[in-house]
């Protein structure tokens, strides 16, 4: 029977979410929640008609349709419909819970794993040991009451399973739930740290690509870089491997150039020294030129070994450029003349395949690493360029052979004409 009944709860992990969505994308209005038996006896008969919204929001919440009630987190009598005595002494009533208490309630379940094992094995177990070594876990231990406990993130009723798309812990949500905190000044302003992220976040190549463009699964939130419960800023160290993550190459490569010791020497945060944490955008080859707002100029010198390889990548890519500039209006030029340039265009597409490439080789900061691919992208270049002219060359042998055709389409026409004029009249 226990067997059965882990067997169910496996089943409704791995598919729970599907069916729930499905129920929760129903009008919330049609399911009268007086109809349903929800755990809660006399305390959510009565508030659920309090304007604490309770009743609706309890529908959603997975506590209550495992079973757990009100008295569970809160204490009280749930057998008592009159408000005192349902909150009488000796019943370990304790109201709204503070932050210490929160935390204390929910971890307490969430990291026992007997109890967690027969519920809802495939859960982490690991959330408040992850919640003492977070900031916000340390200064709370402190005595610390603003900032977030787990009811911060999840809220504390209307607690969806965290892939729900209307959980605040579901990735596009995320930034809206720490901007909550951390973009108020007001509230902030006593920690004296900067309440900017979530302004610079959304402008970011990485912020527009999770809300505008809807990538969940692909662009980072504010927790892939800070983690979910362990939520602190990353040390110097490891923000490569944060980063890296998603971008492994670039990563790969950084940290085998002779930047990476050098930054470690001087405590330079690896990605974040160029590119920024929350205001990260697209690049251009236009950062590798040695001027103000450059990305190398930040910390080199017109001259030194730096800069200088900064102006061969920049050299590098302007040729790169122009070379594609001259391939363009030669393409151009055939197509508009009627010419077949497919062969031309695979090679331009290597060769553009070859400059994005080459933009992550930048992270080597080598120039010989950075040589070898030049010299691909400019024998697809030729190629293209070879492949162009021939369809020209085409164009002259087609239009010589069109002349001549035309001459002789002439010839026979004359011929027809006289044969026509000899023949006898027809009566
Ligand atoms: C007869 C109605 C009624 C019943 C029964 C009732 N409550 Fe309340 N509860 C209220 C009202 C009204 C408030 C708003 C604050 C106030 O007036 O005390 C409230 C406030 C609360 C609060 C906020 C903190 C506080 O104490 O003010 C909590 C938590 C709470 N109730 C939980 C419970 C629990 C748990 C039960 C069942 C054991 C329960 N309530 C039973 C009406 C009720
Ligand atoms: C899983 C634990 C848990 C369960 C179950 C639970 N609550 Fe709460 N409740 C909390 C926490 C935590 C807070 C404090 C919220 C905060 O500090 O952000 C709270 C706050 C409240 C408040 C204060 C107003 C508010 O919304 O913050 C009321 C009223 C309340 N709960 C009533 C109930 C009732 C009635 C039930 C049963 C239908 C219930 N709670 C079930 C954890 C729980
Ligand atoms: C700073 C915000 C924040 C706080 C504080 C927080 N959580 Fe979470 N929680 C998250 C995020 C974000 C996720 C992950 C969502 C995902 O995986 O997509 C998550 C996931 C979870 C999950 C799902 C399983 C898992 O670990 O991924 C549980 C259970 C959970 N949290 C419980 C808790 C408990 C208990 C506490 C308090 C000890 C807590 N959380 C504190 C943000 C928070
Ligand atoms: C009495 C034990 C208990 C307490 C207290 C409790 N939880 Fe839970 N929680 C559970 C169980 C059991 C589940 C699994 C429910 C299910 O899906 O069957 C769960 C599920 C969750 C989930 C959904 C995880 C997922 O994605 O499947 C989140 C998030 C969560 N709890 C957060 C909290 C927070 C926040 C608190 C405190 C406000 C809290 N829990 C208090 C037992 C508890
Ligand atoms: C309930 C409000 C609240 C919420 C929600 C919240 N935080 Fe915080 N957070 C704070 C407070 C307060 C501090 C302490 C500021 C300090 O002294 O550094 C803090 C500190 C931090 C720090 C350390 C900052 C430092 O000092 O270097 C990071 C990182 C952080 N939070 C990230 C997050 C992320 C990511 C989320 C969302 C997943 C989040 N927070 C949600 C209130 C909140
Ligand atoms: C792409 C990774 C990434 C994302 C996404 C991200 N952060 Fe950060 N965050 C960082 C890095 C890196 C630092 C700084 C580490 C350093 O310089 O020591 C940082 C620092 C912080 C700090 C400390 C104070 C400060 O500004 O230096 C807070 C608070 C913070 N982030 C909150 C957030 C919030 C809120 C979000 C979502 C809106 C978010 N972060 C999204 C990487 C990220
Ligand atoms: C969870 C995965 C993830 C993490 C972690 C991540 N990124 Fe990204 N990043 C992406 C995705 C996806 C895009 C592409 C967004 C788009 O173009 O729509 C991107 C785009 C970028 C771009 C722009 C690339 C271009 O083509 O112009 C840069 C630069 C960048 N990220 C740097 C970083 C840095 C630095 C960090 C660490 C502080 C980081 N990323 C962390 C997923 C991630
Ligand atoms: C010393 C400065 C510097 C450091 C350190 C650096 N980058 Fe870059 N990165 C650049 C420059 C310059 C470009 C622009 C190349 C271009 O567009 O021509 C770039 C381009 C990128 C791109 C877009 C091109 C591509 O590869 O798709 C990504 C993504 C990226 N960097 C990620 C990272 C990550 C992740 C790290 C850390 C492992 C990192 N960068 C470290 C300077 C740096
Ligand atoms: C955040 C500061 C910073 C930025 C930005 C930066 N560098 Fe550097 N770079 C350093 C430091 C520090 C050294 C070590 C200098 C030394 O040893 O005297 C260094 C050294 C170098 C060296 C010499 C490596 C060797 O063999 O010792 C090269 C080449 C170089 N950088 C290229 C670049 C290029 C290209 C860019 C722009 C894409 C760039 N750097 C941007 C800080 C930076």
């Known amino acids: 029977m226990r067997f059965l009944a882990s067997a169910l709860v496996i089943v409704s992990a791995a598919f729970g979410p599907v069916a729930w969505a499905d129920e929760l994308d129903e009008p919330e209005e049609a399911v009268d929640s007086a109809e349903i038996e929800l755990p809660g006896g006399e305390c959510l008969a009565c508030h659920l008609t309090t304007d604490d919204k309770l009743g609706e929001l309890w529908k959603a919440d997975v506590h209550a349709r495992a079973g757990i009630t009100c008295v569970t987190c809160h204490g009280g009598d749930d057998t008592k419909a009159d408000k ?42 690991d959330q408040l040991e992850k919640y003492w070594t977070s900031w916000h876990g340390k200064l709370l231990k402190e005595g610390e009451p603003k900032v977030a406990q787990c009811a911060s993130c999840h809220h504390a009723h209307g607690i ?100 990476a010791p050098a930054f470690r020497e001087r405590s330079l945060a690896d990605c974040v020294a160029c590119h920024g944490q929350h205001e990260i955008t697209h690049t251009s080859d236009s950062w590798l030129e040695d001027e103000p707002g450059g990305a190398c100029r930040k910390c080199h010198e017109t001259g030194d070994e730096g800069s200088e390889l900064a102006l061969y990548f920049a050299d590098s890519m302007e040729s790169v450029h122009q070379s594609f ?103």
């Open 325 to 427: 500039d001259e391939i363009d209006g030669l393409l151009t030029e055939a197509e508009t003349k009627g010419m077949d340039v497919t062969e031309a265009e695979d090679y331009v597409e290597a060769a553009r395949q070859g400059l994005m490439q080459a933009r992550t080789l930048i992270h080597a900061f080598s120039k010989p690493v950075m040589e070898e691919k030049l010299i691909e992208i400019s024998a697809n270049q030729a190629a293209a360029l070879e492949a162009g002219y021939s369809a020209l060359r085409g164009l002259q042998e087609r239009r010589r052979g069109l002349a001549i055709s035309t001459l002789l389409l002439l010839l026979l026409t004359i011929v027809v004409a006289i044969k026509i004029r000899m023949l006898p009249p027809t009566e």
């Open 84 to 125: 005192d005595l349902a909150k009488r002494p000796g019943t370990k009533y304790r109201g709204a819970l503070t932050p210490r208490q929160v935390v204390d309630s929910c971890g307490g379940c969430h990291s026992d794993a007997e109890y967690m094992k027969e519920r809802k094995p495939l859960l982490p177990i």
């Open 160 to 259: 969806r399973e965290v892939n729900d798309a209307k959980s605040p812990v579901y990735a596009s949500n995320v930034p809206a739930t720490c901007a909550h905190c951390h973009a108020d000044a007001e509230y902030m302003r006593e920690f004296g740290i900067k309440t900017n992220q979530y302004e610079q976040y959304v402008e970011s190549v990485h912020g527009k690509a999770l809300l505008e463009k809807n990538d969940v699964r692909g662009a980072p939130a504010c927790n892939d870089c800070h983690g979910n419960h362990g939520a602190a800023p990353p040390s110097v160290s490891a923000i490569t491997h944060i980063c890296g993550a998603c971008h492994s190459y670039n990563a790969e490569l950084f940290l085998g150039s002779p930047l």
